[in-house]
């Protein structure tokens, strides 16, 4: 007669193994290394899923940090299994290869979020990243890699095109930290919308700085201007908005100044004057290695030229401002200075009473209201041309 454990062990089971949510404490991290403890205050869950890691790889993570393993360690060994499971797919469907090559890639790209220095390490990583970002995207056949020529270097991005015809075309920009794959979510509603979407790493950014060497210099906005050419020449006619996240926002709301082909820009976490940044601590190291230098005044003189406050020819864009009420970065007094101050009339600013930076803590509802209020404002502008 067969016993109920016997006929257990006869079934087929796979049992995968997860560390799992560990409960996080002031003790427990206190326990840990600087680097980690570090990691797991400035990339909170919602955060690093706001760059694309999938929520069990998130969690999964941040346990790992706390038993104990390294930030970059841990990614990577999960951004492995991630690879391995796409890899090993054989005929199983196209969707599956494609989420865990994502997933792979958003870990390689959470990996390598703390160093402060563009090593060969460092490279070879974020090359790994984009590689595998490519295989999914090639698998998907909704977006496509692209190389735009500058003066100061090429800049690196991905082209989602919309789904039917289009309504106009967007360029997408990150900020200090997260870049263009890291906020392809922005880039995926907006072509659902009718807007072909342009995912960039900016001078100083992703691909840009750590595959081309393209860093930040005081003619930055000559790039932006190739970027916004590529866009023009790939629909020619349409009209054209950009959307800046973190830092990026500050950009956006420049080059949306300077360009009367931008007749639509969404900030989301910009900074009034990014130059004010004290000059001291990590992410001022980070805005140093964004301008490819460690120099204090050399680094400052670069950012001193982000200026989104700033008047220019194309005095007012319609202009939307997303602020977060509990963002660490950017105070309401500063997201109240961009409204205020920037050289438009045809502005407003949505705020999320609980919203942190970027508004990672509701991002799909973040992506809607973007992208809706784009293709409104879009449309808008068609119709006038």
């Known amino acids: 007669m067969t016993t109920q454990s016997q006929a257990v062990e006869e079934l087929a089971i796979v049992r995968r193994e997860h560390t799992g949510r560990r ?54 060994e999960l951004a492995g299994t991630c690879l391995r499971r796409a890899d090993d797919a054989g005929p199983a469907p196209r969707p599956t290869r494609i989420a865990y090559l994502r997933r792979s890639s958003a870990l390689l790209r959470i990996s390598q979020i703390m160093m402060l220095a563009d090593t060969d390490e460092r490279r070879t990583i974020f090359g790994d990243a984009a590689e595998q970002y490519a295989r999914a995207a090639e698998l998907s056949g909704d977006r496509e890699r692209v190389t735009i020529e500058t003066p100061g270097g090429p800049l690196a991005g991905w082209l989602l095109a919309s789904d039917g015809p289009a309504v106009g075309s967007a360029v ?46 005081p003619r930055w906005l000559d790039a932006f201007r190739r970027a916004i050419d590529f866009l023009d020449a790939h629909a020619p006619g349409l009209p054209i908005g950009v959307i800046g996240n973190s830092m990026g926002g500050s950009f956006a709301m420049a080059v949306a100044a300077s360009d009367t082909r931008i007749r639509a820009c969404v900030d989301n976490g910009g900074a009034p004057a990014p130059s004010a940044v004290p000059p001291a601590g990590t992410f001022f190291t980070k805005m140093l290695t964004y301008a490819g230098t ?50 438009t009339a045809d502005k407003k600013m949505v705020v999320f009473s609980d919203g942190d930076h970027c508004i990672y803590n509701h991002k799909r509802d973040r992506d809607v209201l973007i992208a809706d209020w784009l293709r409104l404002r879009l449309a808008e502008a068609k119709e006038s041309m």
């Open 23 to 76: 409960i996080e404490t002031e003790e427990a991290l206190a326990a840990l290394p600087a680097e980690s403890q570090a990691a797991l205050r400035q990339f909170s869950l919602e955060r690093t899923m706001g760059y694309g890691v999938d929520y069990s790889d998130a969690v999964e993570l941040r346990a790992r940090v706390l038993g104990g393993q390294r930030w970059q360690e841990a990614a990577t």
């Open 172 to 217: 997408v920009v990150g900020g200090v930290e997260g870049w263009a794959m890291d906020f392809d979510s922005v880039g995926e509603a907006l072509a659902a919308r009718g807007i072909d979407a342009l995912m960039l790493d900016g001078p100083g950014q992703g691909e840009t700085r750590l595959t081309h060497r393209h860093y930040l210099t």
């Open 294 to 343: 460690d120099e204090t005044e050399q680094g400052l003189a670069c950012w001193r030229t982000v200026t989104p406050l700033a008047a220019g020819p194309n005095a007012g864009y319609p202009l939307l401002v997303v602020h977060g009420g509990k963002d660490p970065l950017v105070s309401d007094e500063m997201a109240l200075t961009m409204l205020r101050d920037a050289p």
